[in-house]
């Protein structure tokens, strides 16, 4: 990718959450319940003269109301999707789509600790944990391609805590 392709691609960290039995956190967006593919990973966009870790660290807490995770792994790519002709007109033409720079991360607290109302503006109003080999097919399509290429690479972690191969 050269530096005029990047700048099509908005900056973006996802976080793929696992608990202690290696599930993953699914939330369903508020603005879109009835939508035939609800369902996302907590992802969210890296500030000017943010890093990538520094802006999960951010957004993670921001989407889910919690800090009590751990760091597991990264991504060693940045990601790419294009976004939908209505995706775009949401950033105005600004952006073509998303560039993603992938954690995944170990859930350490108790279910009661997820808060998706702990921000001022909740962009989730349901959640679930569920297979890691089920994120793909919750995804919309736009965006199956990297949440596959996610669930291949992070599979290790997919597992009951202590038995983590990474």
């Known amino acids: 990718m050269d530096g005029s392709d990047a ?5 973006n960290v996802g976080a793929v959450l696992f608990d202690r039995r290696g599930l993953v956190f699914v939330a369903r967006r508020a603005d879109m319940p009835d939508a035939p593919y609800p369902w996302q990973l907590p992802q969210g966009g890296i500030d000017a003269g943010e890093d990538a870790r520094a802006a999960l660290l951010r957004e993670v807490p921001e ?6 995770f751990e760091i597991l792994a990264e991504h060693p790519e940045w990601l790419r999707y294009d976004f939908p002709p209505e995706a ?6 600004r952006y073509r789509g998303q560039r993603q720079r992938w954690f ?3 859930f350490l607290g ?3 600790m997820i808060r998706l109302d702990a921000h001022h503006h909740p962009e989730f109003d349901a959640w679930r944990w569920v297979h890691l080999a089920e994120v793909p097919t919750l995804a919309v399509p736009f965006k199956r391609p990297i949440y596959e290429a996610i669930a291949r690479d992070f599979a290790r972690f ?3 805590e202590g038995n983590d191969h990474g």
């Open 104 to 106: 995944a991360l170990r």
């Open 63 to 68: 989407e889910i109301g919690t800090d009590r």
């Open 158 to 160: 997919a597992q009951p």
């Open 88 to 93: 775009q007109r949401r950033f105005h033409g």
């Open 7 to 11: 700048a099509a691609y908005r900056p």
């Open 110 to 112: 108790e279910d009661s």
